[in-house]
């Protein structure tokens, strides 16, 4: 149980171009989503908080128009790297939240590495 | 808001023997505790969490210690195996301003020589 996927899992675009990254939730209905970006041998940045019906939620520095997230059901969340950089390349990985007594406890899906030429 | 430490940065260790990871914790509301396996090139695993009403938990080879009172958490791995190399990393979270968001550690890179 509790299985998080990301889809793509790599994807390669030009500069200018827009992104978009699925991130579902398999086996459970996850009422809150987490994007992070992770840059080699570093930590996982927060992004942002995606809940189900409401906008997004964004870390200080995260630029919204920038980094649009839906979350338009239950089981899927949705980031979109609107007019991609070279500097906007990392490995984006969401989560998703447990439910009942483990609302605390987060999923992660597989990652989706970003390459922008 | 919450900062967690985590130390060592690097820790090498022979096959069969013990490792040990440390970490603190800033915000004292702070009261879940969870550890994360991340292999190269995939997403971070959970591989064991704590919370605050408990001061020792252990699944198989892997255990965590929690000190509430000094804000620090462990992680113990024995019998380490070649497929433990991985990055490990703690995380912190509570029901305060954070709003049950997890604050990560640095990360550990844990190679298991052989």
């Known amino acids: 149980g509790a299985v998080v996927s990301q889809h793509p899992s790599r994807v390669i675009c030009k500069s200018g171009t827009s992104v978009k990254i699925e991130c579902r939730s398999l086996?459970?209905?996850?009422?809150?989503m987490f994007w992070y970006r992770q840059f080699p041998k570093q930590s996982l940045m927060l992004m942002a908080t995606?809940?189900?019906?409401?906008?997004?939620?964004?870390e200080q520095g995260v630029e919204k128009d920038k980094f649009l997230i839906n979350h338009a059901s239950l089981t899927l969340s949705t980031l979109t790297v609107t007019s991609a950089h070279p500097e906007d390349s990392s490995f984006y990985i969401c989560?998703?939240?447990?439910?009942?007594?483990?609302?605390?406890?987060?999923?992660f899906g597989p990652g989706t590495r970003l390459t922008v030429l | 808001g919450e900062n967690v430490e985590q130390h060592p940065s690097t820790l090498s260790v022979q096959e069969g023997d013990s490792a040990v990871i440390k970490c603190t914790y800033s915000?004292?509301?702070?009261?879940?505790f969870p550890w994360y396996k991340q292999e190269l090139g995939k997403g971070p695993q959970l591989i064991i969490d704590i919370r605050s009403n408990v001061g020792e938990k252990k699944d198989q080879r892997i255990a965590v210690t929690l000190n509430k009172t000094a804000k620090h958490f462990s992680l113990h791995i024995t019998e380490t195996q070649p497929e433990d190399s991985a990055v490990y990393f703690c995380?912190?979270?509570?029901?305060?301003?954070?709003?049950?968001?997890?604050?990560f550690g640095t990360g550990t890179q844990l190679k298991v020589e052989l």
């Open positions: 995606s809940n189900e019906g409401s906008k997004a939620t964004y």
């Open positions: 086996d459970f209905q996850a009422t809150t």
């Open positions: 989560s998703a939240r447990g439910q009942g007594a483990f609302t605390d406890t987060q999923y």
């Open positions: 915000d004292s509301a702070s009261n879940y």
């Open positions: 995380a912190a979270s509570g029901p305060g301003g954070g709003g049950n968001k997890l604050t």
